[in-house]
């Protein structure tokens, strides 16, 4: 991804860390020696503080007041030198305290020169800056009230090293932080990015009428409610579209619905008083006959019978299928368009007509598919797959094999239904979707067809705004019609 969020929060912490560290470094570089120096003063300060309550007190010659000095001199690097009125050393520090006694009388008698600046002056104290040689000094000296002379050094110059060493370390530190971070805010921001492209992957897949993938998440926060929010969204997309596409096909309908009406009232009575004629005939002359008592004989009754109830159940199951065309054509039965997996549904049927195709010694292949769904009236296709088996079943010859076929492209998927048998003479192909029309009548009369039910196909496929034919093909003849699907693809 191009501009992936992940990059953005990784460079912006990176680039907020360096920069900060930048602006740490350079401060430290300006103004820690001064804040040092500062530091290093009000040291000084505070040991002159100590010296004066010992003097005031009496008390510079306890060894309390000797470890505190001890302590402010070793944990500072502050050189330490007091001597009393008579010019007796009280106190030297251990870090070369016995090197400032000439240099503390010579302050005191003033015979001491060198290149000092006065930085202030108090009633019984003075501060400077001391250079002697390559070497500089902060410096305080005195005379208390109390007769009690002192001088306290600290070197300027190892404030300096040390402010230059932490500066190089906080370079160093500062360095490895950032590139440190960087790494770990670029696997953090993995989880962090993680949902968010999860919602990009199942936003993706709605555009495509998808609604299958839904969020989960775990961590409760702004994202999950959005994760939330657009599972609301698809459910009530999914919802939305399938009442639209019901609705949009019902208009299709009842536009061609009103043109075709009248003609399709005349020609279903004129189909129907030809179909019946014959069953009809058949019957009236049959009873006929054995209310005449023609055949007398058991046998002859039982068979007059048989050919009555024969004709009967065939004008029967006429009957219902024309009364199930008749609201197809009539759009009195309404089409649901609702989302299944075509797939599913055609492997239950074959295995509901599994008796029907051992009992004719057939044998049905179909290959494994992924699930294919679609947006169609589930209970309308299972019919056309019925009606399709059903046709393939009593027509099959040969090596009596049926095979099942999913094939998708631009959109839909091509359910095929073939069978192993003679071809369909070609003038005849276009006239199989006619009512009533038969190709070989003496053998659709044997298996007790009707000659209604791939009509009963094409008014549902027709409901459906969807295509449908037949095709002779090497081996047989293929069946098809079509569906629209809602973005998974068979293999």
Same mark, same amino acid.
């Given at each position: 991804m191009?501009?992936?969020?992940?990059?953005?929060?990784?460079?912006?912490?990176?680039?907020?860390?360096?920069?900060?560290?930048?602006?740490?470094?350079?401060?430290?570089?300006?103004?820690?020696?001064?804040?040092?120096?500062?530091?290093?003063?009000?040291?000084?300060?505070?040991?002159?503080?100590?010296?004066?309550?010992?003097?005031?007190?009496?008390?510079?010659?306890?060894?309390?007041?000797?470890?505190k000095?001890?302590?402010?001199?070793?944990?500072?690097?502050?050189?330490?030198?007091?001597?009393?009125?008579?010019?007796?050393?009280?106190?030297?520090?251990?870090?070369?305290?016995?090197?400032?006694?000439? *240099?503390?009388?010579?302050?005191?008698?003033?015979?001491?020169?060198?290149? %000092?600046?006065?930085?202030?002056?108090?009633?019984?104290?003075?501060? *400077?800056?001391?250079?002697?040689?390559?070497?500089?000094?902060?410096?305080?000296?005195?005379?208390?009230?109390?007769?009690?002379?002192?001088?306290?050094?600290?070197?300027?110059?190892?404030?300096?090293i040390?402010?230059?060493?932490?500066?190089?370390?906080?370079?160093?530190?500062?360095?490895?932080?950032?590139?440190?971070?960087?790494?770990?805010? /670029?696997?953090?921001?993995?989880?962090?990015?993680?949902?968010?492209?999860?919602?990009?992957?199942?936003?993706?897949?709605?555009?495509?009428?998808?609604?299958?993938?839904?969020?989960?998440?775990?961590?409760?926060?702004?994202?999950?409610?959005?994760?939330?929010?657009?599972?609301?969204l698809?459910s009530?997309?999914?919802?939305?579209?399938?009442?639209?596409?019901?609705?949009?096909?019902e208009?299709?309908?009842?536009?061609?619905?009103?043109?075709?009406?009248?003609?399709?009232?005349?020609?279903?009575?004129?189909?129907?008083?030809?179909?019946?004629?014959?069953?009809?005939?058949?019957?009236?002359?049959?009873?006929?006959?054995?209310?005449?008592?023609?055949n007398?004989?058991?046998?002859?009754?039982?068979?007059?019978?048989? %050919?009555?109830?024969?004709?009967?159940?065939?004008?029967?199951?006429?009957?219902?299928?024309?009364?199930?065309?008749?609201?197809?054509?009539?759009g009195?039965?309404?089409?649901?368009?609702?989302?299944?997996?075509?797939?599913?549904?055609?492997?239950?049927?074959?295995?509901?007509?599994?008796?029907?195709?051992?009992?004719?010694?057939?044998?049905?292949?179909?290959?494994?598919?992924?699930? %294919?769904?679609? /947006?169609?009236?589930?209970?309308?296709?299972?019919?056309?797959?019925?009606?399709?088996?059903?046709?393939?079943?009593?027509?099959?010859?040969?090596?009596?094999?049926?095979?099942?076929?999913?094939?998708?492209?631009?959109?839909?998927?091509?359910?095929?239904?073939?069978n192993?048998?003679?071809?369909?003479?070609?003038?005849?192909?276009?006239?199989?979707?006619?009512?009533?029309?038969?190709?070989?009548?003496?053998?659709?009369?044997?298996?007790?067809?009707?000659?209604?039910?791939?009509?009963?196909?094409?008014?549902?496929?027709?409901?459906?705004?969807?295509g449908?034919?037949?095709?002779?093909?090497?081996?047989?003849?293929?069946?098809?019609?079509?569906?629209?699907?809602?973005?998974?693809?068979?293999?």
């Amino acid at each position: 991804m191009k501009h992936s969020i992940r990059r953005q929060f990784s460079l912006i912490f990176i680039g907020l860390m360096a920069g900060t560290v930048l602006l740490c470094w350079l401060l430290n570089h300006l103004l820690l020696g001064d804040y040092y120096t500062q530091s290093r003063t009000k040291i000084i300060y505070n040991a002159y503080d100590t010296i004066r309550q010992a003097a005031n007190s009496d008390v510079y010659s306890t060894q309390e007041f000797v470890r505190k000095l001890d302590s402010i001199c070793g944990m500072y690097n502050i050189t330490v030198c007091i001597m009393d009125s008579n010019s007796q050393m009280k106190y030297v520090s251990f870090n070369g305290g016995k090197e400032l006694e000439n *240099q503390l009388l010579g302050y005191i008698f003033g015979i001491y020169s060198g290149a %000092v600046e006065v930085l202030e002056e108090g009633d019984d104290y003075v501060m *400077q800056r001391l250079r002697n040689g390559d070497d500089e000094y902060l410096e305080m000296y005195g005379r208390l009230n109390t007769g009690i002379s002192f001088i306290m050094r600290t070197p300027i110059e190892s404030i300096r090293i040390s402010a230059s060493i932490a500066n190089r370390f906080f370079a160093y530190v500062g360095i490895f932080s950032t590139v440190a971070g960087g790494i770990i805010m /670029w696997f953090v921001t993995r989880r962090m990015t993680r949902p968010i492209q999860e919602l990009s992957r199942i936003s993706e897949q709605m555009v495509h009428l998808n609604f299958e993938a839904k969020y989960h998440g775990k961590t409760r926060n702004e994202i999950d409610l959005l994760g939330a929010n657009i599972n609301e969204l698809s459910s009530s997309l999914e919802r939305a579209i399938s009442e639209l596409k019901t609705a949009n096909n019902e208009l299709q309908k009842d536009i061609e619905r009103k043109e075709a009406i009248d003609e399709m009232r005349k020609e279903f009575l004129a189909n129907v008083s030809h179909e019946l004629k014959t069953p009809i005939a058949l019957i009236q002359g049959y009873a006929e006959g054995l209310h005449e008592g023609i055949n007398d004989d058991p046998e002859s009754r039982s068979f007059y019978c048989d %050919v009555i109830m024969d004709e009967a159940a065939r004008m029967n199951n006429m009957v219902k299928k024309l009364m199930t065309l008749n609201q197809l054509e009539f759009g009195n039965d309404v089409v649901e368009m609702e989302r299944f997996d075509i797939t599913a549904l055609i492997r239950t049927y074959i295995q509901s007509a599994a008796i029907l195709t051992r009992q004719n010694d057939i044998k049905v292949q179909m290959e494994e598919y992924e699930p %294919v769904y679609v /947006w169609a009236d589930e209970y309308k296709t299972e019919e056309v797959i019925m009606n399709y088996f059903s046709n393939a079943v009593n027509h099959a010859g040969g090596e009596k094999i049926i095979s099942i076929t999913l094939e998708q492209k631009d959109k839909k998927v091509r359910i095929g239904v073939f069978n192993t048998g003679e071809h369909i003479p070609e003038e005849a192909l276009p006239h199989l979707w006619e009512k009533f029309y038969k190709v070989d009548k003496a053998r659709t009369r044997e298996y007790g067809g009707s000659g209604v039910g791939l009509s009963i196909v094409k008014a549902i496929m027709e409901s459906m705004n969807q295509g449908y034919g037949v095709e002779n093909v090497p081996g047989g003849v293929l069946f098809w019609f079509e569906l629209e699907t809602v973005g998974h693809a068979c293999q």
